[in-house]
């Protein structure tokens, strides 16, 4: 089903959906023969939410293989198969977890993750004793997650605050209200987000981050790219076939009705005309990296750049 301008869903539909198979993911790529991401929450948590589909792939009864598409399904155009979006989210997942590891060197002491789904940095990562880190998502999500790991005994490492809004709502009165403090540095992060956000709503949040970050502040966001109208139906129709061999596993969810497509503004030079000092990695850069191969140019995220910036 198409995004309404106020839809809601859980872990198991619409953009919920997306956190779980990004987990189921993170599941896939801790068991790599050489990982570079460990994430011993993903798996269980993929279990908890139930999709049949994503709960095999986490735990292994399904290989990201059985579901890479073919040579020749897509015309040679073949969009990015489940082995590389794996590799794509341990590059993706590393790269806010070191994000995170260097903002707190450089002494930042208040963390916010926005849209934070099946995330589990609160409980996976070492923080210092005085950090306090925000949590900000729907709150049937924020409920599910902190009941699941708290029935699997999982304890969070730091203070870890739920902010229970959705984006669209006033949500930095609501992060203040649990505490958040304007006038200390910050570190953002905006984990695949973006493409699930209409562009004015892009441009929306990376206002009310700067509006709330004092100087020292860091912001860490995945940038996806403006398409054209033409690219934007090859880009969908790349989604679906990518989605028709899900269906013959039973999951039958387009992703292409979710994503927001069309122009919008570039991250990097949004945030550099309103002074921050931004650096930026495309994905294939991230990839290398941390020990895998690239992307081919037309597949899939290889367009999608990460961005760091600092006030």
Known sequence: MARTDND?????????????????????????????????????????????????????????????????????????????????????????????????????????????????????????????????????????????????GAQPSTDLRTVAIDLRQDWPAALIEAGFDTSRPTAWI???????????????????????????SRLAVESVPSHHDADSDELRERMKESTDLWRSHGFDLDFSELVFLGDRADVTQYLGERGWTVDAAPTNDLLVRYGMAPLDSDEGFAEVVYVTATR
């Open 190 to 216: 905006a984990e695949g987000l973006f493409g699930y956000l209409p562009p004015e709503a892009q441009d929306r949040l990376l206002d009310q981050i700067r509006e709330l970050s004092p100087a020292g």
């Open 8 to 152: 809601t869903w859980d872990l198991a539909s619409s953009v919920g959906a997306t956190a779980t198979m990004v987990a189921a993911a993170r599941a896939v790529a801790s068991r790599a023969e050489e990982p570079v991401i460990d994430d011993p929450f993903a798996e269980p948590l993929v279990r908890a939410v139930g999709v049949d589909f994503f709960t095999k792939l986490a735990s292994g009864e399904l290989t990201p293989a059985d579901l890479d598409v073919r040579d020749g399904d897509s015309g040679g155009q073949s969009p990015v198969g489940m082995t590389r979006f794996a590799d794509g989210m341990a590059a993706r997942t590393k790269f806010f977890d070191d994000f995170f590891a260097g903002a707190v060197e450089a002494g930042i002491r208040q963390a916010v993750i926005l849209a934070s789904g099946l995330d589990a940095r609160g409980y996976r990562l070492a923080w210092p004793g005085d950090m306090v880190l925000f949590e900000i998502d729907q709150p049937e999500v924020l409920a599910f997650k902190t009941t699941t790991l708290g029935d699997l």
